[in-house]
């Protein structure tokens, strides 16, 4: 896969990654918080909890047609390190 | 046992489409069939998807002979290694022919019903009934009660739609069957041939309503059966009201328990003292949360295992049904099964529980809840909903209202796809399998 394709994947993995946070915290009558790539999931510094967590992971495997986690869990921490997971090729991954 | 007597019976019998079976053709076809099948006394003859008139002239044409007769539904029980391991000498098609397997057969020493399981939550087993049984299980109509005439919204070769047959045939009722059914030919069926008796699923009840609209009111019926799933609060008040003059009956039977019980209060559930008190010639028991049942008319046999002498074994057979139970005051409530939970986080949910919840959301016709699978929880609970009636957004809005006051957080949906419709199996239950 060349740079700019998993580049454009990003974006769009970003996009349904923010739509996926949207229709939780609407859920949830909350603000959507604003993140960036650092910001930790689970840690408490947004109000997401494990099963708000595991929707956003349905869902991004739904818009993205592929589930990195199919063959067992792959860790992450950050809102970065998962789009990344669904980024496309893993080979290019950090 | 004579299954059926056809010099009993009076008028078209039988309606399959545009075609239809007076009792007069039957006997006439039935003596032919007989001839035919006198090479293969005391075997085993399958059927595939049969039609409730073929099924007819076949148990017209043995009379009391022995013999064994396998109904089959799906496919793969067509494969030859299939039909060797029931048994099976020969298999008669739709029109009647019957074409040798070569495969030895089991001499059969009663009359016996082989017959798939309905298969929603796994691959159908394959069990046998003793036709006696069966046939002590239905209730023919009071000779004091005008005559009946039903509809089949099961197909002959389940559980439920023999039952529906043999009663039928028991009073000498006329039958209606459609050629490909499904809730929306049924309902034009229905509004065409003014059924008085018909049993279906809930499922099938809920899409009956939702698509026969206003003309619900001009089926004049009289019976209405629910059985094969949950009988819910819900569908029982919508059918209430939108047949206001029928009786309401709902039954608990499965295909390796047999008809069990019927309860005819219109409330879901049964009283919580019939699992002491028994029902009928049942015992009921609750062992870890599950419904068992002990009965004359189960099974007598799974595939692969010597058949049981139906009155003595049975006696202190316990089957365990899966069905997840709980008494609440005098009622036992069915929960829903047990081999089909959602594991979230380590909680089980029960989707059935869910999907009542859904079904009280007016505008809310069809439900399916089931696990989405997950890393980080295991499953997450997940729905499929057909709205009817109602503007999606309606319903929409009042979603998160319904679930907060109902459902624990683990239990509540959180992603709701609106279909037009969702999948049902052919015996009219929503499909889990998938």
């Given at each position: 896969m060349s740079t700019s394709n998993t580049h454009r994947d990003l974006v769009q993995v970003r996009s349904a990654f923010e739509d996926a946070l949207k229709s939780v915290f609407t859920a949830k009558n909350l603000p959507t918080p604003a993140i960036d790539?650092?910001?930790?999931?689970?840690?408490?510094?947004?109000?997401?909890?494990s099963l708000d967590l595991a929707e956003i992971v349905v869902r991004l495997t739904e818009a993205c047609?592929?589930?990195?986690?199919?063959?067992g869990f792959v860790p992450f921490r950050t809102a970065g390190e998962l789009i990344r997971l669904y980024g496309g090729d893993s080979a290019n991954q950090p | 046992m004579t299954v059926i007597d056809p010099s009993k019976w009076c008028g078209n019998v039988i309606r399959e489409g545009n075609n239809t079976f007076s009792a007069g053709q039957i006997q006439a076809e039935a003596a032919e069939l007989r001839r035919r099948l006198e090479l293969f006394r005391r075997g085993r003859l399958a059927l595939v998807r049969p039609s409730a008139a073929l099924v007819t002239r076949l148990l017209a044409a043995i009379g009391d002979d022995d013999f064994g007769i396998a109904l089959l539904r799906s496919?793969?029980?067509?494969s030859r290694e299939s039909l060797a391991s029931l048994h099976i000498a020969a298999v008669m098609d739709e029109a009647g022919d019957i074409h040798e397997t070569g495969i030895s057969t089991r001499e059969t020493k009663q009359q016996e019903v082989l017959m798939e399981t309905?298969?929603?939550?796994g691959t159908p087993k394959v069990i046998i009934h003793s036709v006696q049984s069966l046939l002590s299980g239905v209730k023919p109509r009071p000779a004091t009660a005008p005559p009946a005439r039903w509809l089949l919204?099961?197909?002959?070769?389940?559980f439920a739609g023999l039952q529906v047959l043999l009663t039928a045939l028991a009073s000498g009722d006329e039958l209606i069957t459609v050629v490909n059914p499904g809730a929306a030919t049924l309902a034009a069926a229905a509004v065409e041939y003014k059924p008085t008796h018909m049993s279906a699923t809930p499922t099938f009840w809920r899409s009956f309503v939702a698509s026969s609209g206003?003309?619900?009111?001009?089926v004049p019926l009289r019976q209405i059966t629910l059985g094969g799933e949950i009988a819910d609060q819900h569908t029982l008040d919508l059918l209430r009201r939108s047949f206001p003059e029928a009786s309401l009956t709902h039954i608990y039977a499965s295909t390796e328990a047999g008809s069990v019980f019927s309860v005819?209060?219109?409330?879901?559930g049964f009283p919580a003292n019939w699992l002491t008190s028994g029902v009928g010639e049942a015992r009921l028991r609750i062992t870890e949360g599950v419904l068992e049942v002990n009965s004359?008319?189960?099974?007598?046999?799974?595939?692969?295992e010597e058949c049981r002498d139906v009155l003595s074994a049975n006696a202190s057979h316990w089957i365990r049904t899966g069905d997840l139970v709980e008494v609440r005051g005098d009622r036992v409530i069915f929960l829903g099964r047990e081999d089909t939970l959602i594991n979230v986080g380590g909680s089980k949910v029960i989707p059935e529980e869910v999907e009542n919840v859904l079904l009280?959301?007016?505008?809310?016709v069809q439900a399916r809840v089931y696990g989405c699978p997950n890393p980080i929880t295991g499953n997450l609970v997940c729905a499929d909903v057909v709205v009817s009636g109602a503007e999606q957004g309606d319903v929409r809005s009042k979603l998160q209202a319904a679930f907060a006051g109902n459902l624990e957080r683990h239990k509540q949906p959180r992603i709701i796809r609106f279909l037009d419709q969702i999948a049902h199996s052919d015996t009219g239950k929503v499909s889990r399998s998938s």
């Open positions: 790539d650092d910001t930790e999931l689970l840690d408490g510094t947004i109000a997401l909890d047609g592929h589930d990195p986690f199919e063959n | 496919r793969s029980r067509e309905s298969g929603t939550t919204t099961y197909p002959v070769s389940a206003p003309h619900a009111s001009a005819k209060d219109g409330k879901a004359p008319r189960a099974m007598v046999a799974k595939e692969g009280g959301i007016p505008g809310i």
